[in-house]
């Protein structure tokens, strides 16, 4: 029972990295990318609390992070910042390619398949959730498997 508790203590600071106040934020991954380019997350983030919003997020692997929506305007692909991302119970916001994601310019590292890195969000009530990100091959279209095998089904919280 002892170890049992201990090993509770140990892992809930770990737990506590992807879900605050009723937010919890999974599914994050990143395409592979070279140092000082641009790279992209995507993410999946759940409400079970009250309405919220993300107004924020931040990497340390960039110079500069924005959050940003993919639009068709009269058949061109644009991407623009947005200042804000209303969340809301029960309805899960996925950020992926071609509607909104995280930008990340100035990569200040490459991004290899693989690798890992912490992308904090920050929320107007819940406040800041830090997640971290798995990297996978360049052009890939989700968090893909090797053998690029779609996980989507599966729980991948932080």
Do not use: C
């Amino acid at each position: 029972m002892r170890r049992l508790l201990i090993a509770s203590l140990v892992l809930l600071p770990a737990a506590a990295f992807a879900q605050n106040a009723g937010i919890t934020v999974d599914h994050v991954w990143s395409r592979a990318a070279a140092a000082g380019r641009t790279g992209a997350v995507y993410l999946t983030v759940t409400d079970t609390g009250a309405p919220d919003r993300l107004t924020g997020v931040s990497s340390p692997v960039a110079n500069k992070v924005e959050l940003h929506e993919t639009q068709n305007v009269n058949g061109v692909m644009q991407m623009r910042p947005v200042d804000a991302l209303p969340v809301a119970p029960g309805k899960p916001v996925t950020l992926a390619p071609g509607g909104y994601h995280i930008m990340m310019i100035g990569l200040k590292q490459p991004l290899k398949e693989g690798d890992t890195f912490p992308v904090t969000l920050t929320f107007e009530h819940a406040g800041p959730v830090t997640a971290t990100a798995t990297v996978a091959r360049a052009g890939a279209t989700s968090a893909a498997m090797p053998m690029d095998h779609d996980m989507s089904h599966m729980n991948m919280t932080k």
